[in-house]
């Protein structure tokens, strides 16, 4: 059985969403946000549009996923798994939102861009290009995630802050000499624990970067590794 049918097509070539049955915590006659038409939104598992939000074009809802607020979700954007879109967050091009990811506030998420797994975007944050984001990484304020940036594990990135290229943000423990780091690497740096290194010094040979670090030759041998490892990620 059918959990919704379209209301009268309005002015915006958009129907509002009514409920046919209960499920969730929707309730048999409650009235949903807008799509175009049924490809916009699954008649099968808990998906649904609430309140103002819109989706339309090929972008498809599914899952367990939430669209609500004055959200929007278009073009050829995927929506799915318990993820939740809110506030007046936009969602477009071949974006995915996925896993238990959360877009809101008046963060936009396009082209390319994937955002997965805890990650939140929020404030008037973007993701765009190819960039991904992932694990329990937030990005919030004015950032920009561009390119084929990655940002995962507990990443933050906030205020005006700009990741693009090939950057990888991650923080997330890695054992280095039998024990645990925290590992972040952006487009020109790489820190690991309290250590703060330029890509180009763990470019050079091992005894020039140990000379700038103060480090010993094994030491900075390791550190290169993990980061090759994590570049390939």
Known sequence: ?????????????????????DFADVKKG?????IQNEKNLSQEGNAWIYGNARVSGNAWIYGDAWVYGNARVSGDAWIYGDARVS??????????VYGNARVSGDAWVYG??????NAWIYGDAQVYGNAQVSGDARVSGDA?????????GDARVSGNARVSGDARVTKF???VIMKPFPITITDNHVQIGCELLRKDHLA??????????????????????IVKVLMMT
């Open 1 to 21: 059985m059918k959990k919704y049918k379209l209301g009268k097509r309005e002015g915006n070539d958009l129907c509002r969403v009514i409920a046919l049955r």
């Open 30 to 34: 409650d009235i949903g946000g807008r």
């Open 87 to 96: 506030g007046d967050a936009w969602i477009y091009g071949d974006a995915q």
């Open 112 to 117: 390319n861009a994937r955002v997965s797994g």
């Open 144 to 152: 920009r995630v561009s390119g084929n940036a990655r940002v995962s």
């Open 173 to 175: 423990l890695v054992n």
């Open 204 to 225: 050079q040979d091992g005894l020039t970067a140990a000379k700038k670090y103060n480090l010993d030759k094994k030491t900075v041998a390791k550190y290169r590794a």
